[in-house]
């Protein structure tokens, strides 16, 4: 690159960024269902396992491969090993795709923000359901492609691209540090607001004892295993180049491994305190209904958009429960979006060796552009719902088992990177490092992709018709390993220093 590259100013900086990125929708819309569906309180048991013996062992091995090469995901693996190049565009791309609908769902959750105040679903005949579907997004019946753009969805959505590309443009220190530095803290008041506010409401307590009875029979069932060990790599944000990107700003001199369990810990209480909340909340719903918890327990859009609203217009003080929980996604959402988007921003800047401010311009601008094009229109969900299904939670798993086998079995590079993990870090890593990455992580991730392959050929995803399951399922997750070749192909600037630093 042409100009020196930044490093975040301390320590703090960095952790606080990457639990920014860590802790983001998943956590709140996500969480607290997969623990429910999958043994309540037992599901802690795998959970914990699923932690410590792939999430934060993988978390490490980013840690280890950004601060090692200092570059972006494509830099750095490129340094570790020319032929390596390839799995770094492969998660520039991966991120692309979340980038493009992860702004949809922050811009949504923007607007019902102000709708927690005005009640608007309250006037459709068919509840929050049917506002959401037919009044908000004005969802097709039939699957089709088209364009037409709903401009309730389209203007916020403008707005959200129009921070990111700020937030993007001014940098790691003046952009990424700070964003957090503001973000970070206001996500936290307001959800500990709403997680006490939700406590108090009626029918609370049984929502907290469906969500922590637990099912030990449950622990029999290999699917839940999977179901902790799927939910943490996600929840972790490890394998997508986010943390190898984050740690290449990271100083020389920098505590890895204690850094990682902060950032794990951090994730998980968040995790924790959102299953309170969420099934409180969940508690009351159903104590309002007269039905019971198991009825209305939901996760991701429908938790949000659907269960929400409806709490919001039934609760005391709903519009404050509205406004904090829709408030917490937007800001959670946000500080993940910049780290989704710094993995692209990086690849680029480091590849055409451009400054920071032209580079982020031309990449975000076509990436907001494109994300306009497609979300805001009466076919977005639809998209979403199968770029989320084939991106975010197929093709990732195949990118971080490539991962895995290439820098462990393919290339033996744990033990280097064993050491320099070891050289300023506080906890040191040993074989049981080796063994957990090379052995136990491409097992649990070999076992899941198949598994989620099986089911995605069995079923017609989401019942949609094949040809688009095809084009935007299949078609897509395939076109990303054929662009990260041609993007690998693509020569480095003669300003790109591509020995190893
Ligand atoms: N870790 C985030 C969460 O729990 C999700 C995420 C994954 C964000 C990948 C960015 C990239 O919600
Ligand atoms: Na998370």
Redesign the pocket.
């Given at each position: 690159a042409s100009d020196k590259r930044e490093t975040f100013s301390s320590r703090k900086l960095f952790i606080l960024s990457a639990i920014g990125?860590?802790?983001?929708?998943?956590?709140i819309w996500?969480f607290p269902y997969v623990a429910y569906e999958n043994g309540g309180g037992a599901f802690l048991i795998p959970y914990l396992v699923a932690i410590l013996c792939a999430g934060i062992p993988l978390l490490f091995l980013d840690y280890a491969v950004g601060h090692r090469y200092r570059g972006s995901a494509p830099l750095s693996y490129r340094r570790a090993n020319r032929k390596a190049e390839v799995l770094g565009w492969w998660q520039v791309l991966i991120c692309f795709i979340?980038a493009i609908y992860y702004a949809a769902i922050i811009a949504w959750a923007a607007m019902y923000c102000w709708f927690s105040i005005t009640k608007a679903w309250d006037k459709n005949p068919d509840g929050a359901g049917g506002f959401f579907m037919n009044d908000f997004l004005k969802v097709q019946d039939e699957v089709t492609v088209g364009f037409d753009f709903v401009g309730p969805v389209l203007i916020p959505m403008f707005a959200v691209w129009l921070i990111a590309i700020v937030i993007m443009v001014a940098g790691v220190n003046k952009g990424i540090s700070r964003a957090n530095a503001i973000f970070m803290p206001l996500l936290i008041v307001m959800f500990l607001i709403l997680v006490v506010q939700s406590v108090f409401l009626p029918g609370a307590i049984d929502g907290l004892n469906t969500f922590f009875t637990p099912n030990f029979e449950a622990l029999k069932d290999p699917s839940v295993w999977a179901a902790a060990f799927g939910h943490i790599f996600?929840?972790?944000?490890v394998a997508?180049g986010?943390m190898v990107t984050y740690s290449s700003y990271m100083k020389r001199k920098s505590d890895l491994t204690g850094s990682g369990y902060v950032v794990a810990f951090a994730n998980s209480s968040f995790e924790l305190l959102a299953g309170i909340g969420v099934f409180a909340a969940l508690g009351f719903m159903a104590y309002n209904a007269n039905s019971s918890v198991d009825e209305v327990a939901v996760s991701g859009i429908g938790l949000a958009f659907i269960a929400f609203p409806t709490i919001v217009s039934q609760a005391p003080l709903g519009s404050v429960i509205g406004v904090l929980f829709f408030g917490s996604l937007v800001f959670a959402g946000l500080t993940?979006l910049i780290?989704?988007l710094e993995v692209i921003v990086a690849a680029f800047q480091d590849k055409l060796g451009w400054r920071r401010a032209p580079a982020t311009l031309s990449v975000t601008i076509p990436v907001a552009l494109i994300s306009l094009a497609l979300f805001p229109t009466t076919t977005g969900l639809f998209l979403l719902d199968t770029m989320d299904a084939f991106v975010n939670q197929f093709g990732i798993l195949a990118c971080a088992l490539v991962i895995v086998i290439v820098l462990g079995a393919g290339l033996g590079m744990l033990p280097k990177l064993a050491k320099h993990l070891n050289r300023h870090s506080s906890i040191k890593v040993g074989t049981g490092w080796k063994v957990l990455v090379g052995g136990v992580g491409p097992a649990a991730l070999g076992y899941m992709l198949i598994n989620e392959i099986q089911t995605k050929m069995a079923e017609q995803y989401s019942g949609y018709p094949a040809w688009f399951n095809g084009v935007f399922g299949w078609g897509m997750a395939g076109a990303l390993i054929v662009g990260a070749v041609i993007l690998s192909l693509i020569p480095w600037s003669k300003k790109s220093k591509l020995n190893d630093p």
């Open positions: 990125s860590a802790v983001g929708l998943g956590n996500r979340i996600f929840s972790l944000s997508f986010i993940s780290s989704i």
